[in-house]
């Protein structure tokens, strides 16, 4: 039986190899976030393998409880997904900001453009009229 070792921070553990669960790690069939040819980080490893109930063993050699390094490993995929959520949902926002200036620019020329007119058959005192009676409006 082959054994691993893998350190996260300052500690290290150590994985065999039964029933081949460290080679599953790295198995696209079992692991849909491997993808050959990438690097895997060993907090990645590590919670894979915890995931297959590998037995995960600690610098004294003490066996840990399986499904701790999984769990957190998931929660911290969740705020991710969380973030990315919040991230699109920004974007969204801000496209929809973005396409509301646009057609604010398009009425705002055709304003200009009604001001122009008006004052080619009104004539310049009409304009400041109509602009008085607007800003008593709002």
Known sequence: ???????????????NNNS???DRVFD???????VKGEQLTNEQILAYYDKFAGLILDENRQKIENGQFW???????????QQEKSWDK????????????RG???VLW????????VAVF?????????????????
């Open 1 to 15: 039986m082959q054994e691993y070792k893998i350190k996260i921070g300052n500690r290290e553990y150590t994985l």
């Open 104 to 106: 604010f620019k398009e």
């Open 71 to 81: 769990k957190a490993y998931e929660e911290k995929l969740a705020k991710q997904r």
């Open 122 to 138: 009104f004539g310049y005192d009409k304009i400041i009229s109509i602009i008085k009676e607007v800003k008593e409006l709002l």
């Open 20 to 22: 081949d669960k460290y």
């Open 110 to 117: 055709l304003v200009v453009l009604i001001i122009f007119l």
């Open 90 to 101: 920004k974007k969204k926002m801000a496209g929809s900001f973005v396409e509301f200036i």
């Open 28 to 34: 696209p069939k079992f692991n849909p976030e491997f």
